[in-house]
């Protein structure tokens, strides 16, 4: 990043039903026409958080009372170069409207069209596309069993696994990985790898999962910008070195008691935030919660949740 560099504060706005308010460059301004996610640039003395709430409530007349940042963003135009600094409102006061005149809409994110963007805004409508849950395969004893079990996450409209199978061989690992790409691949489910980085580039891996073991041995991202790069993190240094080597999320755990780790201290939702807060990146929650802890996830500043047993067949 040069000192010229423009700082600029944007505000990801959800509403109820989980939709996305965006608003329509002027013709004249530098990518004029375009739709954008509402922000301004950072005066100079004035933090990224003053920016935001300045900026949202002169455009839109909105004052946001909760928000978590989610990604740093630094893109180079021929012309200038800009730093995304990029916020997720989850809770403002008052309807927004266009202030300035600039017209504004509700979308949903999957009716999000890149080409309607700018450049810079593109990697947001790809983080904002990110599954808000994540599941993680228990141990089982047999493929047939993981057959079954991807049955039911397609039915559950699960869209992103993590293949963890420890008592595997690297061997077997790939075996029966490859064998369920097959599968994801027909139930529309992104399959990230949970062994080394080599096994995820053996079977060709939509995603890669590090260890909070792996994550600290790792000096740069491990795996190409088009492959998922999912980090477990329990604690702020690890939470920092995800951010360092460029991981696209985290999984920030244990937030509640497991019965997978019962000897592990449960950190609570209020420590949860604080650690999710310090970091620009998705932090997903993981450790004893369920699908109806979705809401009080995104509440404490999480992009989602994460889990083995949240998302198991019922019995």
Known sequence: M????????????????????????????????KWEFPGGKVEPGESVIGALQRELHEELGIRITSQFPVKKIYFEYPEKSVLLDVWCVTEFENTPVAREGQPIKWSALDALEPASFPPANVPIIRLLNYPRTIAITPQVSNLSQLQDLFRHYHTAGIKLVQLRQRQLSDAQYISW??????????????????????????????????????????????????????????????????SAVGADLALLSPVMETSSHPDDAPMGWAKFTRLASQVSLPVYALGGLKPEDLNRSWQAGAFGIAGIGAFLPSE
């Open 2 to 33: 040069t000192t010229d560099t423009i700082h600029v504060a944007v505000g990801v706005i959800f509403d109820r039903d989980h939709n996305v308010l965006i608003s329509r460059r002027a013709d004249e301004a530098h990518q004029g026409g």
């Open 177 to 242: 990985f490859e064998k369920m790409q097959v599968q994801s691949a027909s139930a529309g489910i992104c399959l990230c790898a949970n062994q080394s980085v080599s096994v995820a580039r053996q079977v060709n891996a939509a995603g890669f999962h590090a260890s909070s073991e792996r994550l600290m041995e790792l000096e740069s991202r491990p795996v190409d910008a088009e492959i998922l790069f999912s980090a477990a993190c329990h604690n702020l240094d690890q939470l920092q070195q995800a």
